[in-house]
């Protein structure tokens, strides 16, 4: 059986110069890359940026638009997300969802990095994050 736990996002990127530059810019560090792939720490997981084929190949798949999915970003306040959603667009990502008060009494927005990977950031007042930027769901 699988622990309930998940390690690495992979994201499958046209450009992987590019989209490692967005992410620096966005405050991420390499540990590792080569020519096909990127991996970005990130609190205990691992964000990997992998050439769009190279990962198709990896897979044995042709993607047809499979796998919608949308990464998240929790903050420790409203102003975090305005904050980080605006330095994504600066840095080449594009606004797809302006901030706003959400209907389940957080605040959220979303952006796209270059590839067009959605970025949900969002603050929940009903979580806390702890110093290593863990998520405590508990009331």
Do not use: C
């Amino acid at each position: 059986m699988m622990e309930p736990r998940l390690s690495l996002v992979t994201l499958g990127v046209a450009d992987l110069a590019r989209s490692k530059a967005f992410y620096e810019a966005m405050g991420f560090r390499a540990a590792f890359e080569n020519e096909q792939i990127v991996f970005l720490p990130m609190g205990g997981l691992v964000l990997a940026l992998f050439g769009q084929h190279d990962l198709d190949a990896d897979m044995a798949r042709g993607n047809a638009g499979h796998g919608h999915i949308a990464l998240a970003h929790n903050t420790r306040t409203e102003a975090e997300v305005d904050a980080i959603i605006d330095h994504a667009v600066a840095s080449g990502g594009s606004l797809l969802k302006a901030a706003h008060k959400a209907d389940w009494g957080g605040y959220s927005g979303y952006f796209a990095d270059p590839d067009g990977h959605a970025w949900e950031v969002a603050f929940n007042p009903h979580w806390t994050i702890d110093a290593e930027g863990r998520i405590n769901m508990a009331p």
